[in-house]
Structures are given as structure tokens and as C-alpha cells.
DNA sequence: TAACAAAATGCAATCGTTTGCAATTTAATT
DNA sequence: AATTAAATTGCAAACGATTGCATTTTGTTA
């Protein structure tokens, strides 16, 4: 209650105490050359004094610019899938830097939250200038609805998926075909996939390792690909069960991600199941951790940081009005000794 | 360019459809029971008819709300130390939901961006309406300077520590004790602290380390203390460089991290330095991936779940003007197999 | 020193909602 | 039917910054 004298510092009163007018004071504080250079130092220099700074919200609704991209992550609804998934969160981390570099800032949603209609959400009701979403999920309605709104958006996913909006990402089909090359080269002859081609990317990651396969004169019977969520504990679960039911059938794991890989390994090392002795593993995303694995997990490596980059410039360029399109990302196999 | 006939949606226009004035629209949509009950009903059938949403950049403006906070991750400038880190990522993750369900939206920030001033740059700016600051750092310079603004601010950190903003946090220095009673009854004698003693919640896990020792009738040298940065990489150089200057002298490790206590097990790995046969080790967070290293890791556990909820709730009050106050939350040390 | 161009500043409308208060309609009461 | 109370709705003034255009000040040239 008490010493509250100064109310509210407004660009008024901040005009008022330097003897202009406000739209002198507006010009000043974004350096428009228009005013003198000599008040525009003084002003400044006043503005930092009394630490004031724009009322966002008021300056939003005038030039209807928010200078905010709300990103979205993009998980399954019933599964506690990726929110905890370093890879996810890697992303995330890398768009923040991308943003703020560009003079951005991030709103972070998932997709539980802002109802249905992404664009009138975000962009209509302006709590952002556009929408960057992670993960194409295993249906693209909300996005295609968000896009055939006409607002910026980029996605984090499959880039060779037919879109009216720009898809960065990683080589899926090449990462899979190198992944399982690498792993029938080392003379694994019954391999797993571990992963659900219902999503866009894992799609093309199975058709790498079925094309792999294919050309090594090899044929690969469709129920070695396990269809699981994209967690440690449905690896986990699932390569536990298949030994219980059938043994060691196999030989080598395909990985849709290095979660994923973890959660087989847990459940191999626990029946002492030699990696990669017995059974080769190669993982997905190349997380911090795979490294420090025992043993180390041979990965498939996307340049997250270039996709980030990619992300925020496709953004902007819709932002203002230019052609877009999509971007693969550098993607290559780290061979450790997991495989 | 084409088919942009109906401008933009705005609050008058969608009164006009509707034939009436905007007060009622905008009452009609807030559900407020000053309308009639029909007409409201009618109003928002409309609105979603047309998938309208209110300008959030005017709203705020009017009503001095903005419904957002802005979450600061408090990194310390130099070391790319958490960024990657998955325990404060589960922390963003666990605050978004809360935020969420109390119907707040999140805006994410490192504390690169946003200039010193956080209290002027969030919430005078009208930004965000609070500010969920994640670490204490080394310095609690900025943290001080934005509660001083008298503005709502809660911090992740250690929850003892003498402040005038709501701290939540684990009980650091019974988990440092705990963890340490634990190596030492399991029959390590030469225990090194993995982690700098700067950082409020560092200090008082030593404190822990230290009591232990003490009580347990055993002194610890003040160099079994290695101050490093809280990365998996430090912790692996000072683990090597350890044991290629001294040899392997020490049979205990407390990490403060599980990433530290990987980059830790990487160095001892290599080294064929058996765990927990030769050296016990600790980490602490108790990361998803703890359980899936090999050997499982024995960690200290916060219930990152409670503390989010308490931190929003404590920043709400705040912005409600009711009284607030720091909180701890449970912690407990996850026996598993690296001890 | 008058005349004019260039530089610097100010006026005032605008962005789209919200909300206190006044005005209108409807229902209740005598 | 007249009066009053209650239920609905509308008017119009904020909220605080930006910007096209008009106005003032300063500098230049004849």
C-alpha cells in the first residue's frame, strides 16, 4: 500500500518529465532518426534512469505486431510420450535461441491447452505473430486447419511430406536406410524396428530399413516392426514380452528414438543379453545421454540447432509475406559400440 | 492476396452480426449473467460459428491482465550447464501444466534475453503478470533487484535461504545428508562432493555431506570438494584428471546431479573402474534416465510434480495480494544399484 | 534580411476491449 | 392501469503507444 507515489511510469509521463511530446519520446526510444540525435540520447538516457519500459500490450494492439512465436508441442493425447523426452526438449531449447536471437520471443504451449483452433487462438486473438509446431503427430488436422487459416507456420517433422506449409527435419529415410545398413553390415540378420510408422517421419524411417533390407537381399517379415509409443517404458515392455513369448528371435534393434533404445536395453540387460554381442541397438536423435550410455549408443544425429534456425527463418519469412519451402537437415549415423 | 474479404474479426463486428452492442457481446462471451441467459448462448454459438477470439493485445490493455508468466531459466552465463539439462526441463514441463490448469499461459525466457531489468521488461511492460525464476545462479543479484520492483516473483532454489520472495524447493541438506549417511553405512570412507558449494542449494547439500561425515565420526578434507560446473563434461574431466594425478584415492561419490554423476560413471568406465564395487556413486534429481544407466542409479528424488504446483500457486497469491511463503518439498534418496 | 528548404517536433486519430453508469425493456405489485 | 422494482442492454470513456500529416524551428541562400 504505502509508497506507491509514482503510479505507473507511462510513456506520457516519461514525455511530460522530458518536456516533449509522446510521439516525440516513441520516436526517440526506437532511435527514429527523424528526431535529433541529441534528444534522442537524452531520452534515452531518462528512459533508463526511471527503468521504463513500453507497455507491450498497448503497443501490440497499435501496430499489431506481437513479436512473439508460440510453439507448440505436439504430443499424443493418452501418452505421456515426449514432454519428458530430452530430444523434445532439445528443440525447444534451440528454439528459444533462435527466437530470441531474431528479436523473438516464445510462448510454450502443448497441445492440450488452446483448444482446437491454433490460428484464431494464437494468431487472430494476437498473443502471437505465428506458430511453430513439434511433431507431426499421427494426424496433421489441427495443423492443416491451422494452416488453411493463412498464418505463419512451421513444422518440425518429416520434410518430404506434401504440405501447403513448410516441414523442416531430419533425412528420416536416410537415417533408417543407414541405421539398418550399418546393422546388417555388422551381420545382424533378424532385426526389430521399434517404432510406429503411423507417424509421418517413422515412416519414412521404416521404409529406409525395409529399402535396406531390400538391397542387401535380405527380406524382412512385417511383424518385426513393433508398432509401440515413443517411450522407454513401451520399449521396455514390448522387447519384454517378445522374449518371454518367443525367445531371442533377434539379433538387432531399430530405434525410433534413443528413449526408446534405452528402454530395450534396460529390458535386455536385465535376462544379460549381450549388447552388442548378442543383439546390436542403434538408437534415434543422438540425446546428450547416449554417449554416456554403457555401452555408448550408435545413433542417428540430426543438426539441431541448423533445423532450429531454419524454423525460425521459414517463419519469418511468412511473417513478411515472402516464398517459403522445406528443409532437410544434415543427418548422419554415429557408430559407437552399441552396434 | 485473394479471398481476404471479411478483414479481421473484431469484437463490434461480430455485435453487429448478432445486432447487438459490443458491451453485450463482450459481456455475452465472458458469460456473464448480466446478459440474458438466451442471448448468450446465442452469442457465443455465433463466436465459435466464425471461430472469433478476443484480441488478447486489446484485452490486456484494458483490464491490466495479461495472463501470462514468464519463466526465466537463471543459467549461468559462461557454461552451457543446464540448457540441456533433463531435470530443469522437466521442471519447465511440470510448470507449463500447472500454469495451464490455473489457466496462465507461459512465456519462456533465458536469462540472456531480457536485458537485467526483469521486473520492467516482464511486468511493467505489461508482458506477463508474474515472473518463475528457475535456479538461484550464484547470484541472486537480478532475483533481488526484480523482487525489490515489488513485483509477483517465485524462485526455484534452496527454500531456507533468507529472502523476500517465496523460495520452493527440496530440503537440500537433508538430501546431501542422507545420500552421504547412505555411501558411508554402505562402507565408503574417501567420498568426494561432485559440485560447487557456490549455489545456495549446493551449499546446504554439503552441508549435508559434511554433517554426515561428522556424525558418522569421520573428517573429510576440504579438497575431496571439487567445485566444477554442473555438466556431464566437467564431471568427467575432473573425474579423469583426478584419478590420472592422484590415482583412484576415493571410493564415494555425491554428485549434484544425475548428469554429473554420468559424465562421472563415463570417466570410471573407461577407466575399468568397477561401480559400486570400487567406487559408490550418487547422483541427484532422479531424471527418467537414472533407472535405465547401468548400474541404476542411486539418486536423490524431489517431487518436481508438488513443487511446480506450489510455485504457481505461491506466484497467484501473490498477484492476489494474499501473503505467501517459501515451501519444501519431499525429497527422499532411490536406492538402486550404482551404491 | 527576406524567402525558402530542411530538420525537428507536436496534434490527434487509431488499434479492439472492457466496464461504470445511464437508459431501456420486462415483470411484479397494488 | 399505474407505479415501482428487476432484468437487460447500450453509451462512451478509458487503457497506452504509434504514426501520417501539419506545424514549428533552424539553417541556407540570394
Same mark, same amino acid.
Given at each position: 500500500? *504505502? ?37 534522442? &540520447? ?43 523426452? *530430452? ?15 531474431? /528479436? ?10 488452446? +483448444? ?13 505473430? /505465428?506458430?511453430?509446431? %513439434? ?12 494452416? !488453411? ?11 518430404? &511430406?506434401?504440405?501447403?506449409?513448410? $516441414? ?7 537415417? @533408417? ?19 510406429? *510408422? @503411423?507417424? !509421418? ?6 521404409? #529406409? ?7 542387401? @537381399?535380405?527380406?524382412? +517379415? ?31 534393434? $531399430? ?17 544379460? %543379453?549381450?549388447?552388442? @554381442?548378442?543383439?546390436?541397438?542403434? #538408437? ?14 550408435? &545413433? ?22 515472402? *516464398? ?6 544434415? &543427418? ?8
Amino acid at each position: 500500500m *504505502p509508497l506507491k507515489a509514482e503510479s505507473k511510469l507511462t510513456l506520457a509521463k516519461l514525455a511530460e518529465l522530458a518536456g516533449v511530446s509522446t510521439s516525440t519520446a516513441s520516436r526517440a526510444l526506437k532511435d527514429n532518426p527523424l528526431i535529433k540525435e541529441e534528444t534522442r &540520447t537524452r531520452i534515452q538516457a531518462l528512459a533508463r534512469e526511471h527503468n521504463f519500459s513500453v507497455n507491450a500490450a498497448a503497443s501490440r494492439l497499435r501496430t499489431q505486431k506481437t513479436h512473439v512465436i508460440a510453439v507448440i508441442l505436439n504430443l499424443i493425447d493418452h501418452t505421456e510420450q515426449s514432454v519428458s523426452d *530430452p530430444f523434445l526438449l532439445k528443440i525447444v531449447a534451440e528454439l528459444n535461441k533462435a527466437l530470441n536471437a531474431a /528479436g523473438y520471443e516464445m510462448l510454450l504451449s502443448n497441445s492440450f491447452m488452446a +483448444s482446437d483452433d491454433w490460428a484464431s487462438y494464437f494468431v487472430s486473438s494476437q498473443r502471437a505473430d /505465428g506458430i511453430i509446431v %513439434v511433431g507431426q503427430g499421427k494426424s496433421t488436422e489441427k495443423i492443416d486447419k491451422a494452416a !488453411a487459416a493463412r498464418v505463419p507456420i512451421v513444422v518440425w517433422g518429416e520434410p518430404h &511430406t506434401k504440405a501447403d506449409y513448410p $516441414i523442416i527435419g531430419g533425412d528420416n529415410y536416410a537415417g @533408417g536406410y543407414m541405421a539398418t545398413k550399418h546393422l546388417i553390415e555388422s551381420g545382424s540378420k533378424r532385426i526389430l524396428f521399434l517404432g510406429d *510408422p @503411423g507417424h !509421418a517421419e517413422m515412416e519414412q524411417r521404416h521404409k #529406409g530399413y525395409e529399402d535396406a533390407h531390400r538391397d542387401a @537381399g535380405l527380406t524382412v +517379415s512385417a511383424d518385426y516392426t513393433k508398432p509401440i509409443d515413443i517411450t522407454s517404458t513401451a520399449a521396455y515392455e514390448c522387447i519384454n514380452d517378445a522374449i518371454k513369448q518367443q525367445g531371442l528371435y533377434f539379433d538387432g534393434l $531399430i530405434c525410433v528414438s534413443d528413449m526408446v533404445a534405452f528402454g530395450a536395453i534396460k529390458a535386455l540387460k536385465e535376462r544379460y %543379453v549381450g549388447i552388442p @554381442g548378442d543383439v546390436r541397438i542403434i #538408437g534415434y536423435d543422438d540425446i546428450m545421454l547416449a554417449e554416456l550410455m554403457h555401452p555408448a549408443l550408435t &545413433t542417428v544425429h540430426q543438426n539441431v540447432t541448423m533445423a532450429a534456425q531454419l524454423m525460425v527463418e521459414q517463419l519469418l519469412c511468412q511473417v513478411n509475406q515472402q *516464398p517459403v519451402s522445406s528443409q532437410v537437415v544434415e &543427418t548422419h549415423l554415429v557408430k559407437r559400440l552399441s552396434s
